[in-house]
């Protein structure tokens, strides 16, 4: 009982960390899904679309990374890092609002926590995005 009660916990902890992790990626992770389904929408395969999917993502990255190596600005690198935020934070949002929904009584907790959520992964991606390529 006390090893199954431990393994749950490690296994939510890791479900956290990859929800956390792809909440980072959310603006390649939309770019890529935006293309490969716009790819299969055009009857062109599922191969096609996952390809077009992987290129989509990893012209997403590089650009971003160029950007960021070729800019001086402050400001600019500010606006980079927003464009990378913004969308982690809508998708930390509703990830955590889910989990809260699920675990939560009240309204008001879950989307106060939701919105502490949102900020956590937001203020993350920005991080880690003003790292690159300095």
């Keep these: 009982m006390l090893i199954g009660l431990a393994l749950i916990i490690v296994a939510v902890f890791l ?3 990859l929800l ?3 909440s980072v990626h959310a603006l390649p992770l939309f770019v890529a899904f935006a293309a490969g389904s716009a790819t299969y929408r055009a009857d062109s395969g599922i191969v096609a679309a996952l390809v077009s999917a ?5 012209a997403t990255i590089a650009i971003a990374q160029i950007a960021l190596g070729l800019v001086r600005s402050d400001h600019a690198r500010a606006a980079i890092g927003l464009v990378f935020s913004l969308p982690a934070a809508l ?3 509703h990830a955590v609002h ?3 929904a ?3 009584p009240g309204n008001a907790w879950q989307v106060t926590v939701s919105l502490i959520g949102a900020t956590v992964i937001a203020t993350a991606s920005w991080a880690q ?3 690159v390529a300095r």
């Design 91 to 93: 998708a930390g949002y």
């Design 129 to 131: 995005w003003s790292r």
């Design 102 to 104: 699920a675990t939560m």
């Design 54 to 58: 992987t290129l989509a993502a990893v």
């Design 20 to 22: 956390f992790r792809l």
């Design 98 to 100: 889910g989990i809260a």
């Design 15 to 17: 479900c956290f960390v």
